[in-house]
């Protein structure tokens, strides 16, 4: 591995999705009508696929991609501000967007808009020297004209062997460059792509044969297509093919943005060291996280632990009932912890716990905790039947997570009935309730930890 930047150069659009309610049918034509509906914007594309590679946090991003001078061009470069390192190339034309309208966590019908291309004008210095310091490259190419850039395309073909290109190919863009590690068709591109004709009636034994026979084309070290639900498979032109099943995935998910969470995973693996093998693995396991815990909707920016959270809130939402919500460390969970929380979710039709990671509560508490880790806290409160699920938030207060969840009530214990929260300004806005309730008295992690330190220094044994 050299030390450097993940680089994801191609192309972005703007993704929209306008999510409401359908409870009756437009009066003059057999179409759904949808109430309510609330607009949430993120970047697609590539900027989709580096977002989601700075969000698992092990390496620096640097996104160049293609931007119009237009007021979506200026929206996208403000989603991306402080996420990515942003190297910003002309386009030609108005930004593309696509619209996809939903209810009941379905879509309904997508609107593509705009007819950017990227402009073919000589790379900037800033451009240039972004690429040349990666430590490992992501093209995701959307075929509007940044992969197949005669510059880019230089400066990757002069890149260091040691550094690793992943190629998430598109049917209308450029061929991948000679020489990659990894190219990432789903199942129907690997079949147009591929230069033999259909050999087989099963579509895994053809996924197959598309990528032994894409592989050698192409001049590549591996070709893994992805197959939905299936996983994906990998081959290397010679050999047994390897297959990464997936794990079943209940009712019907948004998978949109799952092929760049598998390219994004997949270019980080190999960048760290990892063989072509290793890396499909993990970009299946997490590309079907990604999936399960809600995909690319705004709940996806927060991150969760435990039971798919964004499924249960969405699902509770659909049915008409209430979320109630409640935030703290629980760090050596006791029974105020469990009476507190047995007694919140009595209050609604699930429970959903804001968990501070192991940075806030050191923050709050001080160096000596938490006492257990943060991953370990949320697998205790999520094997509780109290507690529907678990979401983990960075910051001193939960402010921000509550702002994505919105829960109808925030509960906390009694004990902070004499104080101000932080949050109270933010769950009244927009119209939830704060509700405090009993806490049973004398009990407190603070508490447990001095007692066993005292034990510790009179002599006595830790459990």
């Not at 946090?57 to 402080?82: E, I």
């Not at 948004?254 to 092929?259: I, K, L, M, N, V």
């Not at 992690?445 to 002599?459: P, Q, W």
Request: hydrophobic letters at 45%; one cysteine or more; aromatic letters at 4%.
């Amino acid at each position: 591995m050299r030390p450097g930047p993940l680089v994801v150069i191609g192309d972005t659009l703007l993704d929209i999705d306008l999510d409401g309610t359908v409870d009756r049918v437009c009066p003059d034509a057999p179409v759904p009508v949808v109430a309510g509906a609330r607009e949430h914007s993120r970047p697609g594309g590539a900027g989709l696929a580096a977002t989601l590679a700075a969000q698992f946090g092990r390496a620096d991003v640097t996104l160049v991609t293609a931007l119009a001078d237009d007021h979506y061009g200026d929206r996208l470069a403000g989603l991306l501000a402080g996420r990515v390192a942003l190297v910003r190339l002309p386009l030609h034309g108005e930004t593309v967007r696509k619209t996809r309208v939903r209810a009941a966590g379905q879509s309904l019908v997508r609107v593509d808009q705009g007819d950017g291309r990227s402009a073919d004008d000589p790379l900037s210095d800033q451009a240039v020297a972004a690429i040349r310091a990666a430590g490992a490259v992501l093209v995701a190419d959307y075929g509007l004209g940044v992969a197949a850039h005669p510059g880019v395309r230089r400066l990757l073909g002069e890149l260091p062997d040691g550094i690793p290109v992943v190629w998430d190919p598109h049917p209308r863009g450029a061929p991948p460059l000679r020489g990659a590690r990894l190219v990432t068709p789903n199942r129907a591109e690997a079949r147009a792509f591929a230069p033999a004709p259909p050999v087989v009636d099963d579509p895994i034994c053809q996924a197959a044969a598309d990528a032994a026979a894409l592989a050698p084309h192409w001049q590549v070290a591996g070709v893994a297509v992805t197959l939905g639900g299936q996983g994906a498979l990998l081959s290397t032109g010679a050999g047994v093919p390897f297959a990464v099943p997936a794990p079943a995935v209940a009712g019907r998910p948004d998978t949109c943005g799952a092929g760049d969470c598998f390219s994004a995973t997949a270019a980080l693996a190999l960048r760290d060291g990892r063989p072509l093998t290793a890396a499909v693995t993990e970009a299946v396991h997490r590309a079907s996280t990604f999936v399960v815990s809600g995909g690319v909707h705004e709940d996806a920016d927060v991150p969760e632990t435990g039971r798919p959270a964004w499924d249960v809130i969405r699902r509770t939402r659909e049915l008409g009932g209430t979320v109630v919500a409640t935030g703290g460390c629980f760090d050596l969970l006791h029974a105020g912890h469990i009476s507190l929380l047995r007694q919140a979710r009595a209050l609604g039709d699930c429970l959903v716990v804001c968990l501070n990671s192991d940075t806030s509560v050191r923050e709050l508490k001080g160096p000596g905790r938490p006492v257990v880790g943060e991953q370990d806290r949320a697998r205790v409160l999520a094997a509780l039947d109290c507690v529907d699920a678990v979401l983990i938030f960075e910051e001193r207060t939960p402010v921000e997570v509550l702002e994505h969840i919105r829960p109808n009530l925030w509960v906390k214990g009694g004990d902070y009935a004499r104080t101000d929260l932080v949050e109270s300004q933010t769950v009244r806005r927009y119209g939830g309730e704060i509700v405090l309730l009993p806490y049973l008295e004398g009990r407190s992690t603070s508490r447990l930890v001095e007692r066993a330190r005292t034990s510790i220094s009179d002599g006595g044994e830790a459990a």
